[in-house]
């Protein structure tokens, strides 16, 4: 995405539809993607929840795919260390661990997740929450959309990729 696009779409994202009650709601349910640590726990308790040893192994494939997505995220944030966006009168509305953009770790562990379920759990939910996901950061104003764009996209590879 062009800088230019990527910047008026994040401005987009951080002047519609807010009021403090959707920030605070918006910035409560994007806690919930942290690290891929909302994933993870879906895949073990899919794991513990069941006693068919193939769904069994399914979801913890799943687990280890969202974790796998998270490592490979970090690698390539790490590498590219695109910085965080900062539009000047429009602060971010959460905190992050660092100051890296570039992909977003939110989109990525999702979307990997989501492929990784798809089987297990409804597709349209899945992909619905991942969707949110990935959308809620830059509604929080700490990631371009493309960050979270290019998140998806490696999230849904590495979810195929586990399956």
């Known amino acids: 995405m062009a800088p230019k696009a990527d910047e008026t779409l994040l401005r987009l994202a951080r002047t519609r539809g807010h009021d403090a009650r959707a920030e605070r709601a918006v910035a409560a349910f994007s806690r919930l993607g942290e690290h891929g640590a ?5 895949g073990v308790a899919g794991a513990l929840g069941t006693r068919d040893q193939d769904r069994r192994r399914a979801w913890l494939r799943g687990a280890r795919a969202v974790i796998g997505a998270y490592a490979l995220n970090q690698a390539v944030k790490f590498t590219l260390r695109r910085p965080r ?7 971010p509305l959460t905190s992050t661990v660092s100051d890296l953009s570039f992909p977003s770790a939110h989109a990525t562990t999702s979307f990997a997740g989501a492929r990784a379920y798809q089987d297990l759990l409804p597709r349209g939910a899945l992909y619905a929450v991942a969707t949110m996901l990935g959308a809620s950061r830059p509604y929080l104003g700490v990631h371009y959309p493309s960050d979270a764009l290019a998140g998806a996209l490696l ?3 590495v979810g195929e990729l586990a399956r």
Do not use: S
């Open 85 to 91: 966006p900062r539009l000047r009168g429009l602060p």
């Open 38 to 42: 909302g994933w993870v726990a879906l």
């Open 155 to 157: 999230g849904l590879v």
